[in-house]
């Protein structure tokens, strides 16, 4: 049986029918992972009863809308969020949706120098870390940014910062103690195992 993956969605208005939608990428990337995508609405009660009998292995929070942009979509969000950590399911966020997790969880977003040079068109940007320059092995990307706004490190919330400063760390170990470590954070073997598998093999590290 396949794991279900919660998609949360992004608003088209277009009166007299607004509608939630999921974009198409979005269902085919986690289909291939495996999963089983499902989609959460934007309006209705009873998130934590939802995903209670749900029974998500992962709730992503989209793209698409700027925060603030659509009320509704924002407040329906911080509730799937809410309902997500009380039943310990993981989140993941992506472009809007990790601009969201950040200010939820008291991060700040920067409005981005050049924005209105770069937004709703294709553009380069530097891959800065190494270890992504050989696993992607090019240095520069061409993107479509879609937010005049980005999560910088600065901005990023006190929160999200330790676990992954965390993961990378522990990941560096190639120990029994440090994958244990791993998966009192990340409940999910093969995920576990997959990180140390590329931090060692791409970093040449393993701290023992």
Same mark, same amino acid.
């Given at each position: @049986? ?9 608003? /088209? ?6 509608? +939630? ?18 989609? &959460? ?9 939802? &995903? %209670?009998?749900? !029974?998500? !292995? ?7 809308? +700027? /925060? ?12 799937? *969020?809410?309902?997500? *950590? !009380? ?16 200010? %939820?969880?008291?991060? %700040? ?6 924005? !209105? ?45 330790? @676990?992954?400063?965390? &993961? ?5 170990? +190639?120990?029994?103690?440090?994958? %244990? ?13 997959? /990180? ?10 393993? +701290?023992?």
């Amino acid at each position: @049986m396949k794991r279900i993956c919660a998609l949360t969605c992004s608003v /088209l208005d277009a009166p007299p029918y607004p509608r +939630d939608f999921v974009y198409g990428n979005y269902s085919r990337f986690f289909a291939a992972l495996g999963f089983a995508p499902v989609y &959460l609405p934007n309006q209705g009660a009873g998130q934590r009863a939802a &995903l %209670r009998a749900l !029974a998500p !292995a992962l709730v992503v929070f989209s793209g698409g809308n +700027d /925060l603030g942009q659509v009320r509704h979509r924002d407040r329906a969000e911080a509730l799937w *969020l809410s309902a997500a *950590l !009380a039943l310990k399911v993981p989140v993941l966020g992506i472009c809007r949706g990790l601009q969201f997790l950040n200010s %939820r969880f008291g991060g %700040r977003l920067t409005l981005e120098a050049g924005a !209105a040079e770069h937004v709703g068109r294709p553009h380069p940007a530097r891959v800065g870390d190494p270890l992504w320059r050989r696993r992607l092995s090019v240095s520069l990307l061409k993107v479509n940014s879609f937010h005049r706004h980005g999560v910088m490190l600065k901005g990023l919330a006190p929160a999200l910062r330790p @676990m992954a400063d965390r &993961l990378i760390t522990l990941s560096k170990r +190639d120990n029994l103690h440090a994958r %244990r470590q791993v998966l009192a954070l990340v409940p999910d073997t093969a995920v576990v195992r997959r /990180l140390f598998d590329i931090t060692i093999t791409e970093t040449g590290i393993a +701290d023992t």
